[in-house]
């Protein structure tokens, strides 16, 4: 039964949305609170759960402590509103013009104000009273009259977090499960690799067993972003650093930056002018005690699907916009047949699009679509039934594609296709134990071993799982259950399941 477990924790993950669970704010509001201990003219101090915000006057931070291990070797996290960036330089005593530490009805909040040579600013760390643990940092500024920013005021090199001993970044133990269990075949979350996350991940994730005693999750509200890249120019990639060790980034990044990570506020491409005051950072720290093990995922993965739906009430939703799809659809036949026409030739679909094309044309009754549908069938020769050397995902898909489209709409074309691939992928399952490498020759040899693609063993589970409906034969069943053992010895990709398909995890669950 743990497997079973284990992939329906993995499909929770798939699926998370903003309210997957609204007992987890609930039952941390039950734990210590959230109010101010320390109001003085040179310390503040809240507690929030089982954590310390501070500000001490001359400092460049606001420090982050477990409560009763703040003296614990000396180490405490850090969270600098816009990363210390020097063209703002936030804490500069000679620019600071007040700080406050107040509470309202719902979040007790430590400001920063002041101004330089071109804006005034405010970094505004809130800690919401309903949700003990949880931090908000924002760093706001607006451009003086007259003036515009240096034209490269975020340079992208000051991450926001980091830890300190004494006035030294450190780099503590940490746990990081985006990195995957150990053994686990990392495929896309490797740096350097052509066909890895670029920018690693729009989160941070990980546990801290030695400062904190806690897990440690970072949300960035990039919506609430958005007039800031309107008006800079930039974009959001790689604006979350990795801390050291995770993901294979470097102690010392690119830039030379060592012991920062988290958000780091985009380079902007133009100089931002006077007018409105403008967002430029808005990151949610969410911090809960504990710290599982890398060979715990059904616990971290719980707790990043808690930690999502405790930030969901507090962060802005883009506005929905709500289209009259038929009419779009059938504006974009008429362009197809438009084409057709120009190029004298017949219009070739993907088979991921004829699915959609005759599910379309089925519901709506279209004409157009119909006869843009005219001799598709000939796309399904186009799907090959032998593993040639390239990516074995574009080799098991198209079948998995042809299967599905030839059940849904009785079409013999794919069903023929479908059904002629069996007895090779069976050759391919077995030749290469179920791992699938991301290039292998027609004949096995030379396989591309140095990355193997965790996706194609599921997708192998769900195709067998298909065979064996369409033909009952046992050979399929049993080839699926020792694929799917193989898949469970492969290890939890945390990061992968950001960005992969859930055939994988939904064969499993079917098995």
Same mark, same amino acid.
């Given at each position: $039964? ?32 959230? &109010? ?18 501070? %500000? ?41 013009? =007040? ?15 002041? =101004? ?6 405010? @970094? ?14 924002? *760093? $706001? ?26 006035? @030294? ?32 991940? /729009?989160?941070? %994730? ?62 902007? &491409? ?5 007018? =409105?005051? +403008? ?34 009430? &507090? ?5 929905? =916009? ?27 679909? &993907?088979?991921?699009? $004829? ?16 006869? +843009? ?20 995902? /574009? ?24 059904? @002629? ?5 069976? *050759? ?35 195709? $067998? ?8 034969? /046992? ?27 859930? *055939? ?8």
């Amino acid at each position: $039964m743990e497997r079973y477990k284990f992939y329906y924790v993995l499909i929770t993950v798939l699926l998370v949305t903003g309210s997957v669970s609204r007992m987890a704010a609930q039952q941390v509001a039950k734990s210590t609170g959230v &109010h101010i201990v320390t109001n003085t003219a040179n310390i503040y101090k809240v507690v929030t759960g089982d954590y310390t915000v501070s %500000y001490k006057t001359g400092a460049s931070y606001f420090s982050i402590h477990r409560r009763g291990k703040e003296g614990l070797q000396g180490k405490f996290f850090t969270l600098q509103p816009g990363g210390g960036n020097k063209e703002v330089d936030v804490f500069n005593p000679s620019q600071i013009s =007040k700080f406050t530490c107040a509470g309202n009805g719902s979040n007790i909040s430590l400001t920063v104000t002041g =101004k330089n040579s071109w804006c005034t600013y405010s @970094a505004i760390v809130s800690l919401p009273k309903n949700n003990p643990g949880l931090i908000n940092s924002k *760093l $706001m500024i607006q451009v003086l009259p007259g003036k515009k920013s240096p034209a490269d005021v975020f340079k992208g090199q000051y991450p926001e977090l980091a830890y300190v001993q004494g006035k @030294a970044k450190v780099s503590p133990r940490l746990t990081y499960y985006f990195n995957s269990t150990p053994h686990a075949f990392t495929y896309h979350t490797i740096k350097e690799d052509s066909a890895s996350i670029p920018d690693f991940n /729009q989160f941070l %994730y990980f546990g801290d067993d030695e400062v904190l005693g806690s897990t440690v999750q970072q949300y960035v509200d990039f919506t609430s972003l958005n007039d800031y890249y309107k008006q800079s120019g930039t974009v959001i990639f790689n604006s979350v650093r990795q801390p050291a060790g995770s993901l294979a980034a470097a102690a010392e990044d690119e830039q030379g930056n060592t012991g920062t990570f988290g958000f780091d506020i985009p380079e902007s &491409h133009k100089a931002l002018i006077a007018g =409105k005051p +403008l967002l430029v950072s808005n990151s949610w720290l969410i911090l809960k005690s504990g710290s599982p093990k890398i060979n715990e995922p059904t616990v971290y993965c719980k707790r990043f699907a808690e930690g999502v739906s405790t930030i969901y009430d &507090h962060i802005q939703k883009p506005e929905h =916009k709500f289209y009259d799809w038929p009419k779009i659809v059938e504006q974009g036949y008429q362009s197809l047949v438009k084409l057709k026409k120009e190029h004298n030739k017949q219009i070739l679909f &993907h088979q991921a699009n $004829m699915g959609s094309i005759q599910r379309y044309n089925q519901k709506f009754g279209s004409p157009t679509g119909d006869a +843009l549908m005219a001799n598709s069938d000939d796309e399904w020769n186009r799907v090959q039934t032998k593993l040639p050397y390239g990516d074995a995902w /574009q080799y098991l898909f198209p079948l998995i594609m042809a299967g599905e489209y030839g059940n849904e709409f009785n079409n013999e074309a794919a069903r023929k296709v479908f059904l @002629a691939g069996a007895d090779n992928v069976v *050759l391919a399952g077995q030749k290469l134990n179920y791992v699938f490498p991301l290039r292998i020759k027609a004949d096995f040899s030379n396989p591309d071993n140095w990355r193997n693609q965790y996706d194609c063993t599921g997708a192998y589970v769900y195709l $067998m799982l298909m065979y064996h409906d369409a033909t009952k034969k /046992q050979l399929y069943l049993d080839e699926a259950k020792k694929a799917g053992d193989r898949l469970l010895k492969m290890g939890f990709e945390f990061p992968f399941e950001f960005t992969t398909t859930a *055939l994988g995890p939904l064969g499993m669950i079917r098995l």
